[in-house]
Every structure is written in structure tokens, then in C-alpha cells.
Nanobody, 128 residues
Framework: QVHLVESGGGLVQAGGSLRLSCAASGLTFSTYAMGWFRQAPGKEREFVAAISSSGDSTSVADSVKGRFTISRDNTKNTVYLQMNILKPEDTAVYSC?????????????????????WGQGTQVTVSS
């Protein structure tokens, strides 16, 4: 079975930082693009950031650009989301997802439907 397990969420004051991790197993990690999505209460799931299977290409949502950075370590089967200057509106459940990209080593997608596997999510709460 494929498992994606997020960690690193928690409660943080506005302006603070958190680093989320997503550990993958049961798949050939280096062949998957990885993405982070979030869902706030009463809201639709939204794209946050994604990184290509090679790590050479990234995409970051405008709402978090300049504050969030996505990275991956293919030797550890782990993708990270460094979140800085957190705002209360960043409060959400953050989920990682894996997208099999085949020959497209530079490919990333902001579309949730493109992703094949999803983690259970980790709660991030930013207090004001």
C-alpha cells in the first residue's frame, strides 16, 4: 500500500514558522511529483505548492508566495513545506499528495485531480 504521512503541524502565533514533512512509502518516490494542499473549515481544498519529481521545478500559490517554500529529499522519500510569516488565514488542514508523472521529470500540477495518492493531513493553526 501507498502511505503518505504528514507531520509538523501545530499551533503557532501569527508571524511564526512551521515546517511540515510528508514521508512517503510504498511507491517509487522519485517518479512522483509532490504537492501540498490545504483545506480550511467551510472552504474548498486549495493548492499550496508542488515540486516536480526531479525537484527542478516548483510551483507556489500566489497566496503563500514569498512565505512558503517546498522542497524534497528523494533519498529520504520526504517532501517538506517550510512556512514562514504565518497568518491566521493559513489555518487549515494541510495534506500532501503524490502525482505519478511518468516521463515528465519537470512536471507539476496545481490540480488536485491530477494526484494519485493523498495523506491524512496535519492541522496547522495560526493564532492572531
Amino acid at each position: 500500500q501507498v502511505h503518505l504521512v504528514e507531520s509538523g503541524g501545530g499551533l503557532v502565533q501569527a508571524g511564526g514558522s512551521l515546517r511540515l514533512s510528508c514521508a512517503a512509502s510504498g511507491l517509487t518516490f522519485s517518479t512522483y511529483a509532490m504537492g501540498w494542499f490545504r483545506q480550511a473549515p467551510g472552504k474548498e481544498r486549495e493548492f499550496v505548492a508542488a515540486i516536480s519529481s526531479s525537484g527542478d521545478s516548483t510551483s507556489v500559490a500566489d497566496s503563500v508566495k514569498g512565505r512558503f517554500t517546498i522542497s524534497r529529499d528523494n533519498t529520504k522519500n520526504t517532501v517538506y513545506l517550510q512556512m514562514n510569516i504565518l497568518k491566521p488565514e493559513d489555518t487549515a488542514v494541510y495534506s500532501c499528495a503524490a502525482d505519478m508523472t511518468y516521463d515528465r521529470s519537470n512536471y507539476v500540477s496545481a490540480r488536485g485531480q491530477a494526484y494519485d495518492y493523498w495523506g491524512q493531513g496535519t492541522q496547522v493553526t495560526v493564532s492572531s
